[in-house]
């Protein structure tokens, strides 16, 4: 089978890398330069919770695609949102006649892809605590142990209208080679409970400069948390998803964090055991980190507009979404003190 990712950052080096070693035909296409010629001169380096390892894809600057022939049975997008439609357009025009785009990507890609290939070759790719880095060009890590091992699976590949077909399972047979996987008839459900996740802890590493188990060891770390959990499981449900458990908790638990027993179990919860832990950065931080724009217009910002459309108050995750457009404008830096400040702004 042939296939292509566009985009050679954390995710799509991450698939890419296992799927070579499983023998697949991989191409990658990516606009970093140094990652281009670093891969190509030594491969890309793995390392996780798993053995290390390293694996050999084609890659191909952005400005070579124009010479990759038009006979891919599947494209990968794994771009930021930002640069989901120009990266769809691309990689439509490399696909065979009944070829087909994944949407590997976090927010909420689906509609853009699918407005561009249509429906009927969009397929949706939820990746639940996978959890990648790639800090240095060659190099990628993941932060996440293994779900397979303890039963979850963290690909989900589905179909627009919930049915599941031979390509949501091709995909999610594929991808048992990186860790559990299984097609799912819930796209929009999985999706919006992988929204949650995302915009519960993005966000606060972005604006705070701290890794997950600094922000789990605050109060105040805790407290946005919950918060942000809480208005996007509520924005969810008044949207009429099925939600699977977000972080291991239901959405309507979240969504009742208004109720003060409700809320000390969630603290209770996220409350680090232990004095010492990892202390992994999100993509979100990592973004600020490289000084790239961040997605939280179409995360939180996501939440904010569909909580709008429905009724739903969402005053901490306006207040984020403030807080890091500040920081992606250079008129504010990174610092804890921006958890508690974006906490008054939301009159909380």
């Known amino acids: 089978m042939k296939i292509l990712f566009v985009g050679a950052g954390a995710i799509g080096s991450y698939l890419g890398a296992f799927l070579t070693r499983a023998g697949q035909d991989v ?172 915009a519960m802890g993005n966000p606060v590493q972005a604006m705070s400069g701290l890794g997950s188990f600094e922000v789990a060891s605050s109060e105040v770390g805790r407290a946005i948390t919950v918060h942000l959990a809480s208005e996007s499981a509520r924005v969810g449900l008044a949207l009429g998803y099925t939600i699977p458990k977000i972080n291991g908790t239901s959405a309507e638990q979240w969504a009742g964090a208004d109720r003060r027993e409700i809320w000390q179990a969630l603290d209770e919860m996220l409350t680090p055991k232990s004095p010492s832990g990892r202390n992994w950065k999100a993509s979100m931080a990592q973004d600020v980190a490289k000084g790239r724009p961040t997605e939280i217009d179409y995360m939180n910002g996501f939440v904010v507009d569909k909580g709008r459309e429905m009724g739903v108050p969402t005053p901490v995750s306006a207040a984020v979404v403030e807080t890091v457009r500040e920081i992606d404008r250079g008129q504010r830096k990174q610092s804890p003190e921006n958890i508690g400040l974006t906490l008054k702004r939301a009159g909380v």
Not at 51 to 68: C, D, G, S, T, V
Request: charged share 25%; proline share 5%.
């Open 27 to 198: 191409t990658l296409i990516d606009p970093w330069a140094e990652q281009v010629e670093t891969v190509r001169a030594k491969g890309i380096s793995v390392s996780g919770p798993h053995e290390p390892f390293e694996a050999r894809p084609a890659i191909y600057h952005l400005h070579e695609a124009q010479r990759l022939s038009r006979d891919f049975d599947v494209a990968f997008v794994a771009m930021k949102m930002y640069d989901t439609a120009w990266a769809t357009q691309l990689a439509a025009r490399h696909l065979k006649s009944d070829g087909f785009v994944v949407a590997a990507e976090n927010c909420w890609p689906d509609p853009i892809v699918a407005s561009i290939v249509g429906k009927e070759r969009s397929v949706g790719l939820i990746m639940s605590k996978i959890g990648v880095a790639s800090w240095k060009a060659g190099h990628v890590e993941r932060g996440h142990e293994r779900g397979g091992t303890t039963g979850h699976d963290v690909f989900r590949a589905g179909e627009h209208d919930g049915t599941i077909t031979p390509r949501t399972q091709m995909i999610a047979e594929m991808l048992k080679v990186v860790d559990g996987s299984k097609p799912t008839d819930n796209l929009w459900g999985e999706r919006w409970s992988k929204l949650c996740t995302n």
